[in-house]
């Protein structure tokens, strides 16, 4: 081979060595590029989230006053290894001022923090308005160098202070009011470490999911120079979705005026508790729900305890005499009792007294003796004198003449021994004898025992709520309503009803017309006169009960009285109990319904025309 031809050979071979080298470096290159592009780097992303805490719905007055709110919480720290030391003092200073927590509080909690350098909560429950004072803090410490970059990774991070959402507190605006029935929470943390609340009782129990039913809101897009989230067509935007808000049926004035009427009269009749409620008759619309044991939700104490139930609803007792115009009722739908019919009084063992009065009347029955407490002065009765002065023993009379299976089932159609449907939770539902315990001695045509003592309230029990909810139907053309506190939701900005429920009818109108007026004469001219309010149509029954503990009548009294008010336009069915009034001493006479619930139901009416709820004929108010 020839030189040139040689030299040519060589050159030729050191170029294609040189080419392979080089194909070589470009392919090691884009390998590296391609797992630089492809394999997670712990390097700042180019995009940016934001996510906006939720927080449980409101709970509001028909006033439109929130009774019950949620406020947002936020969280403060710091990562101490990034706190120049010569500057610790400056930041606990400028701190305490923003925060308004005490400088002592804050240096303690330093000083832990640095035995353990490294993110150090300050404080958990900061509000948005001193959250968003220090944000601006945040700055400032930035560039007063308070606190400074340390090296990591190859570059620097700096870390101040970080202000982030930590939960949410649950705000109880006018303390007391409206409970029990609003309930109380409890506190609990999410899976994302948020501290959020839950209802343990009463409407925050009732509806406590929907009122949690929350969507944090979110955003998300490409971040700009300053780190804002810039936003494009591909940026992810959603909006916060607080909890449904519940809107009340209960004006939070009117509600505010009962509970004041009842703390006077708790004190003035030595009572263990007092429940009142008012419930538009027609709607079943409850305005007012109320207590004399009441309770700060966000405070609650040891004392409080007793007062945490809603004893409308959970407290079952012998209603008494306020059932008799019930029982009466289920014989007359059933065109039993005739015009113009006498009872006999049972009353002529004994002649009358210097003023005319016969003996009370005793009534034998198997081995007991049912006695009334009215003396009258005649030996037979009629209709109106059974139900006006209470007699025990006309109303027993009148029951006898259902079968057990009519007077078991008429009472079921009032709501007795079933939930009312208010809503509010752990509603009871009261007890009754069993259908062949009424029908005993049905086939002989002789007296029920079981008939009889249920007949004027005794042998069964009931809740307040109960016996609201029956008379209405006497003020509403025999219609029975579902009594509701909530009277509509809004969620994410629409609004949903809550009551569905269509009155049914249970008795003809012209049996609960009758009742009606029978329980109007019973404040005109029997045991409720002290209800009476000249201009207004007024009706009730009152009711006296011992209390029974442990199948034995105990020295205390339940007394009730429940009735409606009416003007030309508006008709409510108001019913008070009164727990354990005084019953001994100067005023052993408290415990009658005459003396104590009567007169509650009286002011209770009072305050319904002067807040502009009635209006009588001739605008007069009697003054005693």
């Given at each position: 081979?020839s030189?040139?031809?040689l030299?040519n050979h060589?050159?030729?071979?050191?170029?294609?060595?040189l080419y392979?080298?080089?194909?070589l470096?470009l392919f090691?290159?884009?390998?590296?590029?391609f797992?630089?592009i492809?394999?997670?780097?712990?390097?700042?992303?180019l995009?940016?989230?934001?996510n906006?805490?939720?927080v449980?719905g409101?709970?509001?007055?028909?006033?439109?006053?929130k009774?019950?709110?949620?406020?947002k919480?936020?969280?403060?720290s710091?990562?101490?290894?990034y706190?120049a030391?010569?500057?610790r003092?400056?930041?606990?200073?400028?701190?305490s001022i923003?925060?308004?927590?005490?400088?002592?509080?804050?240096d303690k909690?330093?000083k832990?923090?640095?035995r353990n350098?490294?993110?150090?909560?300050l404080s958990?429950?900061?509000?948005s308005?001193?959250?968003?004072?220090?944000?601006?803090?945040?700055?400032?410490?930035i560039?007063?160098?308070?606190?400074?970059?340390?090296?990591?990774g190859?570059?620097?991070?700096?870390?101040?202070?970080?202000?982030?959402?930590?939960?949410?507190k649950?705000i109880?605006s006018?303390?007391?009011?409206?409970?029990?029935v609003?309930?109380y929470?409890?506190?609990?943390?999410?899976?994302k470490?948020?501290t959020?609340?839950r209802?343990i009782?009463?409407?925050?129990?009732?509806?406590?999911k929907i009122?949690?039913?929350?969507?944090?809101?979110?955003?998300k897009?490409?971040?700009?120079v300053?780190?804002?989230?810039s936003?494009?067509k591909n940026?992810?935007i959603k909006?916060?979705?607080d909890?449904?808000?519940?809107?009340?049926?209960?004006?939070?004035?009117?509600?505010?005026?009962v509970?004041?009427t009842l703390?006077?009269?708790?004190?003035k009749?030595?009572a263990?508790?007092?429940?009142?409620s008012?419930?538009?008759s027609?709607?079943g619309k409850i305005i007012?729900?109320?207590?004399?044991?009441?309770?700060?939700?966000?405070?609650?104490?040891?004392?409080?305890i007793?007062?945490?139930?809603?004893?409308?609803?959970?407290?079952?007792?012998?209603?008494?005499?306020v059932?008799?115009p019930?029982s009466?009722?289920l014989?007359m739908?059933?065109n039993?009792?005739?015009k113009?019919e006498?009872?006999?009084?049972?009353?002529d063992?004994?002649g009358?007294?210097k003023?005319?009065?016969?003996p009370?009347?005793?009534?034998?029955?198997?081995?007991?003796t049912?006695?009334d407490?009215h003396?009258f002065?005649k030996n037979?009765?009629t209709?109106d004198?059974?139900v006006?002065?209470?007699?025990?023993?006309?109303t027993?009379?009148?029951?006898?003449?259902?079968?057990g299976?009519e007077f078991?089932?008429?009472m079921?159609?009032f709501g007795?021994t079933?939930?009312?449907g208010?809503?509010?939770?752990?509603?009871?539902?009261g007890i009754?004898?069993?259908?062949?315990?009424?029908?005993?001695?049905?086939?002989k045509?002789?007296?029920n025992v079981?008939?009889a003592?249920?007949?004027?309230?005794?042998?069964m029990?009931?809740?307040?709520?109960?016996?609201?909810?029956a008379?209405?139907?006497?003020?509403?053309?025999?219609?029975?309503?579902?009594?509701?506190?909530?009277s509509?939701?809004?969620?994410?900005?629409?609004?949903?009803?809550?009551?569905?429920n269509k009155?049914?009818?249970i008795?003809?109108k012209k049996?609960a017309?009758?009742?009606?007026?029978?329980?109007?004469?019973t404040?005109?001219?029997?045991?409720g006169?002290?209800?009476?309010i000249?201009?207004?149509?007024?009706?009730?029954?009152?009711g006296t009960?011992q209390?029974?503990?442990?199948g034995?009548?105990?020295?205390?009294?339940?007394?009730?009285?429940f009735?409606?008010?009416n003007?030309e336009?508006?008709?409510?069915?108001?019913?008070?109990?009164?727990i354990?009034?005084?019953?001994?001493?100067?005023?052993?006479?408290?415990?009658?319904a005459?003396?104590?619930a009567?007169?509650?139901?009286?002011?209770?009416?009072?305050?319904?025309v002067?807040l502009?709820?009635?209006?009588?004929?001739?605008d007069?108010?009697?003054?005693?």
């Amino acid at each position: 081979m020839s030189s040139n031809k040689l030299q040519n050979h060589t050159k030729t071979k050191k170029i294609l060595i040189l080419y392979s080298i080089i194909i070589l470096f470009l392919f090691i290159l884009i390998i590296s590029v391609f797992r630089t592009i492809s394999e997670y780097r712990n390097m700042p992303t180019l995009e940016s989230q934001k996510n906006e805490l939720s927080v449980r719905g409101d709970i509001i007055s028909a006033d439109n006053f929130k009774i019950s709110s949620s406020k947002k919480l936020y969280r403060a720290s710091i990562d101490t290894r990034y706190l120049a030391k010569d500057k610790r003092e400056l930041f606990l200073e400028l701190f305490s001022i923003y925060s308004n927590i005490s400088y002592k509080v804050l240096d303690k909690k330093l000083k832990e923090g640095e035995r353990n350098p490294g993110n150090l909560v300050l404080s958990y429950s900061i509000d948005s308005r001193t959250a968003k004072n220090l944000k601006e803090l945040a700055f400032k410490l930035i560039q007063l160098k308070i606190f400074i970059p340390r090296n990591f990774g190859g570059g620097k991070i700096l870390r101040g202070l970080n202000i982030s959402e930590s939960g949410e507190k649950r705000i109880f605006s006018y303390e007391d009011t409206l409970t029990p029935v609003v309930g109380y929470i409890s506190k609990y943390e999410t899976k994302k470490g948020k501290t959020k609340v839950r209802g343990i009782k009463g409407l925050e129990k009732k509806y406590n999911k929907i009122l949690n039913e929350s969507k944090d809101g979110i955003l998300k897009g490409n971040r700009d120079v300053l780190s804002y989230i810039s936003f494009d067509k591909n940026s992810l935007i959603k909006k916060r979705v607080d909890g449904a808000t519940l809107n009340l049926n209960i004006p939070l004035k009117l509600q505010k005026n009962v509970e004041l009427t009842l703390d006077h009269f708790k004190e003035k009749l030595s009572a263990d508790e007092i429940i009142v409620s008012i419930m538009e008759s027609k709607t079943g619309k409850i305005i007012s729900l109320a207590s004399s044991n009441r309770f700060n939700p966000e405070r609650i104490k040891q004392e409080d305890i007793p007062s945490l139930n809603v004893n409308a609803i959970e407290y079952q007792f012998e209603p008494g005499s306020v059932i008799k115009p019930i029982s009466i009722a289920l014989v007359m739908d059933k065109n039993r009792i005739k015009k113009n019919e006498l009872f006999n009084a049972y009353n002529d063992f004994r002649g009358p007294n210097k003023k005319g009065e016969y003996p009370k009347g005793q009534y034998k029955l198997d081995r007991y003796t049912i006695k009334d407490d009215h003396r009258f002065k005649k030996n037979y009765l009629t209709l109106d004198d059974v139900v006006i002065y209470s007699s025990n023993i006309g109303t027993l009379q009148l029951a006898q003449r259902l079968s057990g299976t009519e007077f078991y089932k008429g009472m079921k159609k009032f709501g007795f021994t079933q939930k009312t449907g208010i809503d509010l939770p752990y509603e009871k539902r009261g007890i009754m004898p069993k259908v062949w315990q009424f029908t005993a001695n049905d086939a002989k045509n002789e007296d029920n025992v079981f008939k009889a003592t249920v007949s004027y309230g005794q042998g069964m029990t009931s809740t307040f709520v109960q016996v609201l909810k029956a008379y209405s139907v006497f003020n509403n053309d025999g219609y029975i309503t579902t009594p509701k506190i909530v009277s509509h939701l809004v969620y994410d900005g629409k609004k949903y009803p809550t009551n569905t429920n269509k009155p049914e009818k249970i008795i003809s109108k012209k049996t609960a017309d009758e009742i009606k007026r029978l329980l109007i004469k019973t404040v005109d001219e029997g045991t409720g006169k002290a209800a009476k309010i000249d201009g207004l149509i007024i009706g009730g029954k009152t009711g006296t009960a011992q209390i029974a503990r442990r199948g034995k009548y105990l020295k205390k009294y339940i007394s009730s009285f429940f009735g409606f008010v009416n003007d030309e336009n508006n008709s409510y069915t108001i019913g008070v109990t009164v727990i354990n009034p005084n019953s001994t001493g100067k005023y052993w006479y408290y415990y009658y319904a005459s003396w104590s619930a009567v007169p509650v139901f009286k002011e209770i009416t009072q305050n319904l025309v002067k807040l502009n709820y009635l209006t009588p004929k001739n605008d007069i108010i009697p003054s005693n």
